[in-house]
């Protein structure tokens, strides 16, 4: 059973850095692109980082270039999201993703909530 499972969100005050986690099972991790997405109330989601499965090649939306920074561990399986400089507009779902081809999986998400 594939499944993919966000941690992490929460409640941080503008300037404030949080790391969002996504643990992967199910698939065979190390073969996959991860993503990060978010998605704020009346927006469309959006994708903020990518990560290939070696993890030699990122990029960024540009809203969060500089401040976010996302990463993976193959052998623990698990994607993350660093987040630095958080501002109110980071305010969202985040939303994990793993790709190949023909193959599209989806987590849950977490609420990253930025307010004073």
């Known amino acids: 059973q594939v499944q993919l499972v966000e941690s992490g969100g929460g409640l941080v005050q503008p300037g404030g850095s949080l790391r969002l986690s996504c643990a992967a099972s199910?698939?065979?991790?190390?073969?996959?692109?991860m993503s990060w997405y978010r998605q704020a109330p009346g927006k469309e989601r959006e994708l903020v980082a990518r990560?290939?499965?070696?993890?030699?090649?990122?990029n960024y939306a540009d809203s969060v270039k500089g401040r976010f920074t996302i990463s993976r561990d193959n052998a623990k399986k698990t994607s993350y999201l660093q987040m630095n400089s958080l501002k109110p507009e980071d305010t969202a779902a985040y939303y994990c993703?793993?790709?190949?081809?023909?193959?599209?999986?989806w987590g849950q998400g977490t609420q990253v909530t930025v307010s004073s």
């Open positions: 990560i290939t499965s070696t993890g030699g090649s990122t």
């Open positions: 993703n793993a790709r190949n081809i023909g193959r599209f999986y």
């Open positions: 199910g698939f065979t991790f190390s073969a996959y692109t």
